[in-house]
């Protein structure tokens, strides 16, 4: 059920900026050319690493994401790198809109809305898991990577069939800058409208 609603509002929330951004332009295009530049390497960087991050991810959870508490690879590093690389991924998208009013709006989205979606979750892992649950949350940190903490397997048992479900959600956001790409280019050959500026 929160799995659903999560999804949901994430949609709706990506749905309203995508619309703000088909009608806007960045500023920074035509005030400081060099900086929109900056801001689109910003956006390329973070959400390479987010999709690798999450496919990296996946190969841990698919199949395994209720039914055992994953802790080793990114999940040995912090409890929740899923939302982590998202989070990257979601900043790298607002970037590549080359301003920073996008990516300042996906921070505070972020910020007030997982929170309780990460508390929710872990409240529910610690119902299945007890203490073992409760050990690892002791151990390892919330949301940000501790890469000291790292630990891998030499083989792990991944199920190829689900995932495979999960690579389209991990190039989401690949997916997503290239919208953004299009979309510039509609604005420079004047076929979508600029009603407003953004910086």
Not at 89 to 109: D, K, N, R
Not at 170 to 195: Q, S, Y
Request: aromatic share 16%; charged share 15%.
């Amino acid at each position: 059920m929160i799995e659903k609603l999560r999804i949901q509002v994430s949609r709706i929330f990506v749905i309203i900026l995508m619309v703000i951004i088909a009608v806007s332009s960045s500023a920074w295009e035509v005030e400081a050319p060099l900086f929109s530049t900056v801001l689109f390497l910003i956006a390329i960087v973070l959400v390479g690493i987010a999709s690798l991050g999450r496919l990296w991810c996946s190969l841990y959870i698919a199949g395994y994401k209720t039914d055992s508490l994953v802790t080793e690879g990114p999940y040995s590093m912090c409890r929740n790198p899923l939302y982590f690389f998202s989070f990257l991924g979601a900043i790298g998208v607002g970037f590549a809109s080359e301003t920073l009013l996008i990516p300042a709006i996906m921070l505070c989205a972020f910020a007030l809305y997982y929170p309780f979606v990460i508390k929710s979750e872990e409240a529910e892992l610690q119902k299945l898991h007890g203490d073992k649950f409760n050990t690892y949350f002791e151990h390892v940190p919330s949301f940000f990577p501790s890469i000291s903490k790292l630990k891998e397997p030499e083989e792990y048992i991944v199920r190829p069939v689900i995932f495979k479900r999960h690579l389209f959600d991990a190039l989401w956001f690949i997916w997503l800058v290239g919208i953004l790409e299009i979309n510039e280019e509609l604005h420079t050959l004047d076929i979508l409208p600029t009603l407003f500026t953004i910086y």
